[in-house]
């Protein structure tokens, strides 16, 4: 059974920085390209990057220069370093797996798998 477990979302003020963990099982990260989405209250999903498996990373608009994934296959793990965060950056926080070729065009519904996802929120 695959599943995917994202952790440390939070609260944080405008400025600051987290990190966020997508740990999986029941398949190996390395043989898929791995992407974060985010989902705010009355929103859209929205893509916020991803990572090829030769670890080649595309981001939106919103979070380039911003936010970083990085992949740690040894551990079966996906990690978004989020900088410099805004109020705008509150959202539900998801990974997901494919093998779409397309994967950079951000597509949800190109991904096979999902977690549940981590709440991140940034206010004063």
């Known amino acids: 059974q695959v599943q995917f477990v994202e952790s440390g979302g939070g609260w944080v003020q405008p400025g600051g920085s987290l990190r966020l963990s997508c740990v999986a099982s029941?398949?190996?990260?390395?043989?898929?390209?791995m992407g974060w989405f985010r989902q705010a209250p009355g929103k859209e999903r929205e893509f916020v990057g991803a990572?090829?498996?030769?670890?080649?990373?595309v981001y939106s608009d919103s979070v380039k220069d911003r936010f970083t994934i990085s992949r740690e296959n040894t551990k079966n793990t996906i990690y978004l370093q989020m900088n410099s965060l805004k109020p705008e950056d509150t959202a539900v926080y998801s990974c997901?797996?494919?093998?779409?070729?397309?994967?950079?065009?951000?597509?949800?519904?190109?991904?096979?798998?999902w977690g549940q996802g981590t709440q991140v929120s940034v206010s004063s």
């Open positions: 997901a797996a494919t093998t779409s070729v397309a994967f950079r065009s951000g597509e949800p519904s190109l991904y096979y798998y």
């Open positions: 029941g398949l190996p990260v390395s043989n898929y390209h």
């Open positions: 990572t090829s498996r030769s670890r080649a990373s």
